[in-house]
């Protein structure tokens, strides 16, 4: 069955950490990759995304991530967490051509201040 | 205030009753989606329409929910006999661009938090 998976279901960091949030898919063909985010109290906007091209890509807030075909990941990096940034993280893909979008279960990112 | 609208945003039933939700998308966007979403999980895809065409249904979506878009404008989510599996929140996004390209930036609503008692 086609999936997303996010490994980490909750991650308490620092302020100044480092974050990587890992997501692998399971499709076999073409896809487009997101990453959405929903603030404390707010919708989920959408932080980045990937549809070809140069795979790594930058969204807002300083947000970037790397899709690597070959591993079937699109993982989720920031160089130095804020506080501001506590936040769930839902990865989503959608087959190219498709409509269908796929969510991972999220992960809770907690920083401390 | 011109993003995504739903309402109501909680409704409380009893079991076997049917409930209606409905969502007001971005007004240029000719995609809507809906989901649902429970505790501890990511928005699970239910249906998605371009303008008035239903064009996706999810199999896991029983004989007892369906979804309009009569106008391609607003669109309703029925779920007829509600059972308490079915307290979720429902979420709706829209989306527009390029006619066949599925894959932009989905605008979420606030969603609708149903409990059924």
Not at chain 1, 63 to 87: G, M, Y
């Amino acid at each position: 069955a086609q999936s997303v998976s996010q490994h980490n279901h909750h991650v308490i960091l620092s302020e100044a950490a480092s974050l990587e949030l890992g997501c692998n898919y399971s499709y076999g063909g073409t896809v487009n990759l997101f990453w959405y985010v929903q603030y404390p109290g707010q919708h989920l906007q959408l932080l980045l995304k990937y549809f070809s091209g140069d795979p790594l890509v930058k969204g807002i807030k300083g947000f970037e991530a790397e899709f690597i075909k070959s591993k079937f990941s699109f993982n989720l990096r920031k160089p130095s967490v804020q506080w501001s940034d506590t936040a769930e993280y839902f990865c989503a893909v959608i087959l190219t051509g498709g409509f269908k979008t796929i969510f991972g279960a999220g992960t809770r990112l907690f920083v401390k201040a | 205030d011109t993003g995504v609208s739903q309402d109501p945003r909680h409704k409380i039933t009893k079991r076997g009753q049917n409930v209606t939700f409905r969502c007001d998308p971005i007004s240029e966007h000719n995609r809507l989606y809906w989901y649902r979403q429970t505790l501890g999980q990511g928005p699970e895809f239910l249906t998605y329409f371009q303008n008035e065409a239903q064009l996706e249904k999810s199999r896991l979506l029983s004989d007892r929910f369906s979804a309009e878009r009569p106008k391609g404008s607003f669109s309703t989510l029925e779920i007829q006999r509600t059972e308490q599996g079915d307290s979720a929140m429902y979420l709706c996004a829209s989306s527009g661009g390029p006619s066949g390209r599925a894959y932009n930036e989905q605008f979420f609503g606030p969603g609708t938090r149903l409990t059924v008692l």
